[in-house]
């Protein structure tokens, strides 16, 4: 099997708490605010996208996110 690159509880808190406050920011902005904005998300400039579909990817990553915390919690306890 390949590496798989593992991450780490204190990782995906971080990430957590940046994509909160970049939805938070995405949802107070224009859709000419936000094409200024999009150069500065975590997920990389994105020419194409309108702040709605940021909105959804932002907010797909933090279920994601918190879908993996879930699972490293299961495995760490063993439930």
Do not use: W, Y
């Amino acid at each position: 099997m390949a590496d798989t690159p593992q991450v780490t509880l204190e990782q995906l808190e971080k990430m957590n708490k940046r994509h909160c406050r970049e939805l938070r920011l995405l949802h107070g902005m224009s859709e000419k605010q936000f094409q200024t904005f999009r150069q500065n998300l975590s997920v990389g400039v994105l020419d194409d996208m309108t702040r709605d579909e940021a909105i959804g990817l932002v907010s797909s990553m933090l279920a994601l996110n918190l879908r993996i915390r879930q699972d490293i919690g299961k495995h760490v306890t063993g439930s």
